[in-house]
Protein backbone atom coordinates (compact mmCIF):
# COMPACT_ATOMS: atom_id res chain seq x y z
CA UNK A 1 0.00 0.00 0.00
CA UNK A 2 1.65 2.96 -1.38
CA UNK A 3 1.09 6.45 -0.38
CA UNK A 4 -0.83 8.31 -2.76
CA UNK A 5 -1.59 12.29 -2.46
CA UNK A 6 -4.92 12.73 -3.46
CA UNK A 7 -5.92 16.27 -5.77
CA UNK A 8 -8.34 18.79 -4.25
CA UNK A 9 -11.71 17.88 -4.25
CA UNK A 10 -14.02 18.55 -7.10
CA UNK A 11 -17.86 18.93 -6.27
CA UNK A 12 -20.31 16.38 -6.76
CA UNK A 13 -23.63 17.16 -8.22
CA UNK A 14 -25.64 17.26 -4.66
CA UNK A 15 -28.30 19.72 -4.39
CA UNK A 16 -29.02 21.44 -0.79
CA UNK A 17 -25.45 22.52 0.18
CA UNK A 18 -24.49 25.51 1.39
CA UNK A 19 -21.41 25.82 1.03
CA UNK A 20 -19.64 27.18 -2.37
CA UNK A 21 -17.25 24.30 -4.39
CA UNK A 22 -14.34 26.33 -3.10
CA UNK A 23 -14.81 25.55 0.61
CA UNK A 24 -14.60 21.79 -0.44
CA UNK A 25 -10.94 22.17 -1.46
CA UNK A 26 -7.77 21.38 1.56
CA UNK A 27 -6.41 24.41 3.29
CA UNK A 28 -2.47 24.40 3.11
CA UNK A 29 -2.85 23.01 6.74
CA UNK A 30 -4.27 19.50 5.50
CA UNK A 31 -2.85 16.02 3.79
CA UNK A 32 -5.16 14.22 2.53
CA UNK A 33 -3.97 10.31 1.03
CA UNK A 34 -4.62 7.13 1.61
CA UNK A 35 -2.64 5.26 4.52
CA UNK A 36 0.20 3.23 4.73
CA UNK A 37 1.65 0.72 7.20
CA UNK A 38 4.20 2.88 8.85
CA UNK A 39 0.85 5.75 9.45
CA UNK A 40 -0.35 2.14 12.07
CA UNK A 41 0.63 3.86 15.23
CA UNK A 42 -1.03 6.50 14.68
CA UNK A 43 -3.96 5.17 13.18
CA UNK A 44 -4.36 3.33 16.50
CA UNK A 45 -3.84 6.38 18.48
CA UNK A 46 -6.80 8.07 16.68
CA UNK A 47 -8.60 5.28 17.66
CA UNK A 48 -8.26 5.69 20.88
CA UNK A 49 -8.89 8.97 21.00
CA UNK A 50 -11.94 8.99 18.48
CA UNK A 51 -13.68 6.26 21.00
CA UNK A 52 -11.81 6.02 24.08
CA UNK A 53 -10.93 2.88 23.57
CA UNK A 54 -7.88 1.09 22.03
CA UNK A 55 -8.38 -1.28 18.65
CA UNK A 56 -5.66 -4.12 19.59
CA UNK A 57 -3.34 -5.01 15.98
CA UNK A 58 -4.60 -7.95 15.77
CA UNK A 59 -8.29 -7.01 15.39
CA UNK A 60 -7.49 -4.21 12.83
CA UNK A 61 -5.09 -6.18 10.86
CA UNK A 62 -7.96 -9.42 10.69
CA UNK A 63 -10.56 -6.40 9.82
CA UNK A 64 -8.85 -5.23 6.74
CA UNK A 65 -7.36 -8.48 6.12
CA UNK A 66 -8.90 -8.57 2.45
CA UNK A 67 -8.81 -4.60 1.83
CA UNK A 68 -5.97 -3.03 -0.73
CA UNK A 69 -5.73 -0.44 0.94
CA UNK A 70 -7.09 0.37 4.56
CA UNK A 71 -8.31 4.11 3.37
CA UNK A 72 -7.88 7.79 3.38
CA UNK A 73 -6.56 10.45 6.07
CA UNK A 74 -6.58 13.54 6.97
CA UNK A 75 -3.08 15.20 8.45
CA UNK A 76 -2.92 18.19 10.31
CA UNK A 77 0.61 19.76 11.04
CA UNK A 78 1.60 16.41 10.27
CA UNK A 79 -0.70 14.55 13.02
CA UNK A 80 -3.04 12.39 11.81
CA UNK A 81 -6.68 13.34 12.46
CA UNK A 82 -9.13 11.93 10.59
CA UNK A 83 -9.54 8.71 8.82
CA UNK A 84 -12.10 6.72 7.06
CA UNK A 85 -11.83 3.04 5.95
CA UNK A 86 -13.49 0.18 4.42
CA UNK A 87 -13.29 -3.17 3.48
CA UNK A 88 -14.34 -5.22 0.14
CA UNK A 89 -17.67 -7.53 0.30
CA UNK A 90 -19.19 -9.72 -1.70
CA UNK A 91 -22.99 -9.25 -2.63
CA UNK A 92 -25.15 -11.73 -4.84
CA UNK A 93 -28.80 -10.73 -6.57
CA UNK A 94 -30.62 -12.27 -9.09
CA UNK A 95 -27.65 -15.24 -9.50
CA UNK A 96 -24.81 -12.71 -9.77
CA UNK A 97 -22.33 -11.70 -8.01
CA UNK A 98 -21.51 -7.65 -6.93
CA UNK A 99 -18.66 -5.97 -5.10
CA UNK A 100 -19.33 -3.89 -2.47
CA UNK A 101 -17.80 -1.80 0.22
CA UNK A 102 -18.32 -2.13 3.93
CA UNK A 103 -17.41 1.15 5.69
CA UNK A 104 -15.29 0.67 8.85
CA UNK A 105 -13.65 2.98 11.45
CA UNK A 106 -14.86 6.47 10.54
CA UNK A 107 -12.96 8.56 13.10
CA UNK A 108 -11.88 12.24 13.35
CA UNK A 109 -9.68 13.78 15.99
CA UNK A 110 -11.71 15.13 19.45
CA UNK A 111 -10.37 18.33 19.06
CA UNK A 112 -11.20 18.69 15.06
CA UNK A 113 -15.32 17.15 15.42
CA UNK A 114 -16.62 21.07 15.69
CA UNK A 115 -15.75 21.20 11.90
CA UNK A 116 -18.62 19.67 10.28
CA UNK A 117 -18.59 21.34 7.00
CA UNK A 118 -16.45 20.65 3.91
CA UNK A 119 -13.47 21.93 5.36
CA UNK A 120 -13.02 19.27 8.24
CA UNK A 121 -11.72 15.63 8.32
CA UNK A 122 -14.88 13.78 8.61
CA UNK A 123 -16.22 15.04 5.06
CA UNK A 124 -12.31 15.73 3.29
CA UNK A 125 -11.42 11.66 3.98
CA UNK A 126 -15.11 10.32 3.36
CA UNK A 127 -15.05 12.09 -0.13
CA UNK A 128 -11.61 11.71 -1.11
CA UNK A 129 -12.50 7.99 -0.48
CA UNK A 130 -15.70 7.75 -2.70
CA UNK A 131 -13.37 9.78 -5.13
CA UNK A 132 -10.87 6.72 -4.96
CA UNK A 133 -13.36 3.88 -4.43
CA UNK A 134 -12.93 2.79 -7.96
CA UNK A 135 -9.50 2.33 -8.23
CA UNK A 136 -9.00 0.56 -4.57
CA UNK A 137 -11.52 -1.62 -5.27
CA UNK A 138 -12.04 -2.14 -8.89
CA UNK A 139 -15.72 -3.01 -9.64
CA UNK A 140 -17.22 -1.77 -6.56
CA UNK A 141 -20.69 -0.57 -7.45
CA UNK A 142 -22.23 0.94 -3.75
CA UNK A 143 -20.66 1.65 -0.33
CA UNK A 144 -22.55 0.58 3.14
CA UNK A 145 -22.06 1.45 6.88
CA UNK A 146 -24.11 1.28 10.31
CA UNK A 147 -23.53 4.58 11.39
CA UNK A 148 -25.86 6.78 13.73
CA UNK A 149 -28.64 8.78 12.96
CA UNK A 150 -27.02 11.83 13.91
CA UNK A 151 -23.34 10.72 12.00
CA UNK A 152 -25.75 10.12 8.51
CA UNK A 153 -27.30 13.25 9.11
CA UNK A 154 -23.75 14.85 9.27
CA UNK A 155 -23.29 12.66 5.79
CA UNK A 156 -26.40 13.61 4.72
CA UNK A 157 -26.18 17.38 5.02
CA UNK A 158 -22.69 17.39 3.39
CA UNK A 159 -23.83 15.44 0.59
CA UNK A 160 -21.85 12.02 1.67
CA UNK A 161 -24.38 9.65 2.07
CA UNK A 162 -27.78 8.80 1.30
CA UNK A 163 -30.00 6.49 4.17
CA UNK A 164 -31.14 3.32 2.31
CA UNK A 165 -32.20 1.46 5.12
CA UNK A 166 -32.87 1.11 8.91
CA UNK A 167 -31.76 -1.67 11.52
CA UNK A 168 -34.06 -2.85 13.92
CA UNK A 169 -33.88 -5.00 16.86
CA UNK A 170 -35.04 -8.12 17.12
CA UNK A 171 -35.68 -9.87 20.83
CA UNK A 172 -37.21 -13.12 21.49
CA UNK A 173 -38.07 -15.63 24.87
CA UNK A 174 -35.83 -18.38 25.81
CA UNK A 175 -37.20 -21.49 25.58
CA UNK A 176 -36.90 -24.52 28.01
CA UNK A 177 -34.41 -26.66 26.06
CA UNK A 178 -36.37 -29.75 24.65
CA UNK A 179 -35.76 -32.79 22.71
CA UNK A 180 -37.12 -32.63 19.13
CA UNK A 181 -38.47 -35.68 17.44
CA UNK A 182 -36.97 -34.16 13.92
CA UNK A 183 -34.12 -32.26 13.94
CA UNK A 184 -31.04 -31.95 16.23
CA UNK A 185 -28.67 -28.85 16.76
CA UNK A 186 -24.81 -29.00 17.22
CA UNK A 187 -22.03 -26.83 17.48
CA UNK A 188 -20.05 -27.16 14.72
CA UNK A 189 -16.67 -24.55 15.43
CA UNK A 190 -14.89 -27.10 16.08
CA UNK A 191 -15.53 -29.63 13.55
CA UNK A 192 -13.20 -30.95 11.01
CA UNK A 193 -12.47 -28.34 8.43
CA UNK A 194 -13.95 -30.71 5.16
CA UNK A 195 -17.46 -31.35 7.72
CA UNK A 196 -17.88 -27.28 8.09
CA UNK A 197 -17.57 -26.87 4.50
CA UNK A 198 -19.70 -29.24 3.17
CA UNK A 199 -22.57 -28.15 5.76
CA UNK A 200 -22.35 -24.50 5.09
CA UNK A 201 -21.66 -24.88 1.50
CA UNK A 202 -25.16 -26.66 0.86
CA UNK A 203 -26.48 -24.35 3.09
CA UNK A 204 -25.72 -21.07 1.42
CA UNK A 205 -26.71 -22.43 -1.92
CA UNK A 206 -30.12 -23.04 -0.30
CA UNK A 207 -30.25 -19.05 1.44
CA UNK A 208 -29.53 -18.05 -2.26
CA UNK A 209 -32.16 -20.22 -3.92
CA UNK A 210 -34.74 -19.12 -1.40
CA UNK A 211 -33.79 -15.22 -1.85
CA UNK A 212 -32.71 -14.37 -5.35
CA UNK A 213 -34.45 -10.92 -5.20
CA UNK A 214 -32.72 -9.70 -1.78
CA UNK A 215 -29.13 -8.34 -2.19
CA UNK A 216 -27.41 -10.97 0.27
CA UNK A 217 -24.02 -10.07 1.42
CA UNK A 218 -22.17 -13.96 0.85
CA UNK A 219 -22.33 -16.14 3.38
CA UNK A 220 -20.17 -18.94 2.01
CA UNK A 221 -17.66 -21.04 3.68
CA UNK A 222 -14.59 -18.63 3.41
CA UNK A 223 -16.31 -15.94 4.63
CA UNK A 224 -17.77 -17.13 7.64
CA UNK A 225 -14.27 -18.93 8.98
CA UNK A 226 -12.40 -15.38 8.70
CA UNK A 227 -15.97 -13.56 10.31
CA UNK A 228 -16.40 -15.78 13.18
CA UNK A 229 -13.68 -18.93 13.36
CA UNK A 230 -10.75 -16.42 12.81
CA UNK A 231 -11.90 -13.53 14.53
CA UNK A 232 -8.94 -12.68 16.88
CA UNK A 233 -11.23 -11.05 20.48
CA UNK A 234 -14.42 -12.88 20.05
CA UNK A 235 -16.14 -16.07 20.34
CA UNK A 236 -18.47 -17.38 18.28
CA UNK A 237 -20.29 -20.54 18.32
CA UNK A 238 -21.81 -21.16 15.04
CA UNK A 239 -25.17 -23.53 15.71
CA UNK A 240 -26.34 -25.92 13.30
CA UNK A 241 -29.61 -27.50 12.78
CA UNK A 242 -30.17 -31.05 10.60
CA UNK A 243 -32.60 -33.22 10.11
CA UNK A 244 -32.22 -36.40 12.81
CA UNK A 245 -33.72 -39.21 10.92
CA UNK A 246 -31.33 -37.81 7.33
CA UNK A 247 -28.90 -35.97 9.25
CA UNK A 248 -29.25 -33.10 6.49
CA UNK A 249 -28.31 -29.63 7.29
CA UNK A 250 -31.65 -27.46 7.57
CA UNK A 251 -30.27 -23.98 8.69
CA UNK A 252 -27.01 -22.44 10.65
CA UNK A 253 -27.52 -19.48 12.89
CA UNK A 254 -24.49 -17.60 14.56
CA UNK A 255 -25.02 -16.72 18.15
CA UNK A 256 -22.22 -14.43 20.89
CA UNK A 257 -22.75 -14.91 24.77
CA UNK A 258 -23.05 -11.17 26.46
CA UNK A 259 -23.98 -10.79 30.21
CA UNK A 260 -27.38 -10.23 29.81
CA UNK A 261 -28.56 -11.90 26.37
CA UNK A 262 -27.45 -14.32 23.68
CA UNK A 263 -26.64 -12.10 20.37
CA UNK A 264 -28.19 -13.56 16.90
CA UNK A 265 -25.63 -12.48 14.42
CA UNK A 266 -25.79 -14.52 11.70
CA UNK A 267 -28.25 -16.83 9.54
CA UNK A 268 -27.47 -19.14 6.49
CA UNK A 269 -30.08 -21.10 5.42
CA UNK A 270 -33.31 -21.39 3.56
CA UNK A 271 -36.63 -19.65 4.19
CA UNK A 272 -37.45 -23.20 5.56
CA UNK A 273 -34.89 -23.17 7.97
CA UNK A 274 -36.12 -19.81 9.76
CA UNK A 275 -38.00 -21.07 12.23
CA UNK A 276 -36.17 -24.51 13.83
CA UNK A 277 -32.88 -22.06 13.57
CA UNK A 278 -34.84 -19.64 15.96
CA UNK A 279 -36.00 -22.43 18.27
CA UNK A 280 -32.35 -24.29 18.47
CA UNK A 281 -31.12 -20.37 18.79
CA UNK A 282 -33.88 -19.38 22.10
CA UNK A 283 -33.30 -22.83 23.48
CA UNK A 284 -29.45 -22.39 23.76
CA UNK A 285 -30.60 -19.22 25.27
CA UNK A 286 -32.18 -21.06 28.10
CA UNK A 287 -29.51 -23.52 28.55
CA UNK A 288 -26.68 -20.68 28.74
CA UNK A 289 -28.89 -18.90 31.22
CA UNK A 290 -29.87 -15.65 28.91
CA UNK A 291 -32.91 -14.22 29.25
CA UNK A 292 -32.97 -12.88 25.80
CA UNK A 293 -31.71 -13.22 21.89
CA UNK A 294 -31.43 -9.84 20.37
CA UNK A 295 -30.34 -9.32 17.21
CA UNK A 296 -29.84 -6.58 14.46
CA UNK A 297 -32.22 -7.15 11.24
CA UNK A 298 -32.63 -4.75 8.26
CA UNK A 299 -36.49 -4.25 7.43
CA UNK A 300 -37.15 -6.58 4.78
CA UNK A 301 -35.60 -9.03 7.91
CA UNK A 302 -38.00 -8.34 10.80
CA UNK A 303 -40.74 -9.78 8.44
CA UNK A 304 -38.61 -12.93 7.24
CA UNK A 305 -37.51 -13.50 11.12
CA UNK A 306 -41.06 -12.46 12.19
CA UNK A 307 -41.57 -16.32 13.97
CA UNK A 308 -41.97 -16.64 17.99
CA UNK A 309 -43.43 -13.36 18.79
CA UNK A 310 -40.59 -10.98 18.68
CA UNK A 311 -40.39 -7.97 19.93
CA UNK A 312 -39.44 -5.02 17.90
CA UNK A 313 -37.51 -1.96 18.01
CA UNK A 314 -35.70 0.69 16.35
CA UNK A 315 -32.15 0.71 16.64
CA UNK A 316 -31.11 3.99 16.19
CA UNK A 317 -28.65 2.64 13.80
CA UNK A 318 -29.18 3.82 9.64
CA UNK A 319 -27.74 2.28 6.89
CA UNK A 320 -26.28 4.64 4.50
CA UNK A 321 -24.46 4.02 1.02
CA UNK A 322 -21.93 6.60 -0.70
CA UNK A 323 -23.53 9.57 -2.90
CA UNK A 324 -20.57 11.59 -3.42
CA UNK A 325 -19.62 11.92 -7.11
CA UNK A 326 -22.85 10.19 -8.29
CA UNK A 327 -26.52 11.57 -8.80
CA UNK A 328 -28.29 8.40 -7.43
CA UNK A 329 -27.54 5.52 -5.53
CA UNK A 330 -26.25 2.24 -7.55
CA UNK A 331 -29.22 -0.01 -9.21
CA UNK A 332 -28.32 -2.84 -7.32
CA UNK A 333 -29.78 -1.04 -4.17
CA UNK A 334 -32.89 -0.79 -5.32
CA UNK A 335 -33.18 -4.04 -4.31
CA UNK A 336 -34.01 -5.20 -0.31
CA UNK A 337 -30.89 -5.70 1.86
CA UNK A 338 -30.39 -8.50 4.41
CA UNK A 339 -28.08 -7.26 6.62
CA UNK A 340 -27.62 -8.71 10.45
CA UNK A 341 -25.11 -7.68 13.30
CA UNK A 342 -23.02 -10.33 11.73
CA UNK A 343 -22.43 -7.59 8.55
CA UNK A 344 -20.74 -5.07 10.57
CA UNK A 345 -17.11 -5.02 11.62
CA UNK A 346 -17.78 -4.28 15.27
CA UNK A 347 -19.63 -7.34 16.71
Given at each position: MSPQAITPLDPA???????????????????????QPTDFP?????????FDSAMLPDRWHWKYAHAPCWGTLVERDGR??????????????HHKTFLGVQIGDCMVDPDQRGILTR???MFLSAAAYFE??????????FAFGYPSLRAIGVGRRLGLYREIDKISVMEWQPLQPRRSLTTQTRCIS???????????????????????????????????????????????DLLLVSSRLSRQPQAMAVVRSHADHLELLDYVGPAGGIAPAMRAVRMRAADVGKPLVRGWF???????????????????????TNLWGRAEPASALASPL?????????R
Open positions: PNAGLTESPAQAVPSATWTVRRAALLALFTRAVVGFFGGMPRQFTLRGPQMDTIHPGAQSWPLRRQQRAIAALWQAMRASWPDLLLPVRDWAWLKHRYLDHPECHYSQQLTHIFNVGQPHVYDSGIAVPWLMAGDSDF
